[in-house]
């Protein structure tokens, strides 16, 4: 089982950034890959960036390619992203998730475990 708690979002102008912190329980978490994604209202569910076990290899959407950067700090158990040049079109609720096999990391089916998710609001 692996518990996941999302924190760091809230409302920002165009231009500016946010953090977003992902700190995982239970299991082991050097152990298994980690992902963000993020859903719009009235979309569906789509993938930002993930990062395997180790944090050696990152992967993001072409939207937020040098934009955002994904991280993980394994003595902490916890997981980052941190956005820069924020748009109104990354308004979103942002959720971290766990992928136990490290394997199809840009795709919401292959995560086991979720977080419940932390609004990010980006004003024009």
């Known amino acids: 089982q692996v518990q996941l708690v999302e924190s760091g979002g809230g409302l920002v102008q165009a231009g500016g950034s946010l953090r977003l912190s992902c700190v995982a329980s239970?299991?082991?978490?050097?152990?298994?890959?980690m992902g963000w994604f993020r859903q719009a209202p009235g979309k569906e569910r789509e993938f930002v960036a993930a990062?395997?076990?180790?944090?050696?290899?990152?992967y993001y959407a072409d939207s937020v390619k040098g934009r955002f950067t994904i991280s993980r700090d394994n003595a902490k158990n916890t997981m980052y992203l941190q956005m820069n040049s924020l748009k109104p079109e990354d308004t979103a609720v942002y959720y971290c998730?766990?992928?136990?096999?490290?394997?199809?990391?840009?795709?919401?089916?292959?995560?086991?475990?979720w977080g419940q998710g932390t609004q990010v609001t980006v004003s024009s």
């Open positions: 998730a766990a992928n136990l096999a490290d394997y199809g990391l840009g795709y919401a089916l292959r995560y086991d475990y």
């Open positions: 239970g299991r082991t978490f050097s152990s298994y890959a």
């Open positions: 990062i395997n076990w180790s944090g050696s290899r990152t």
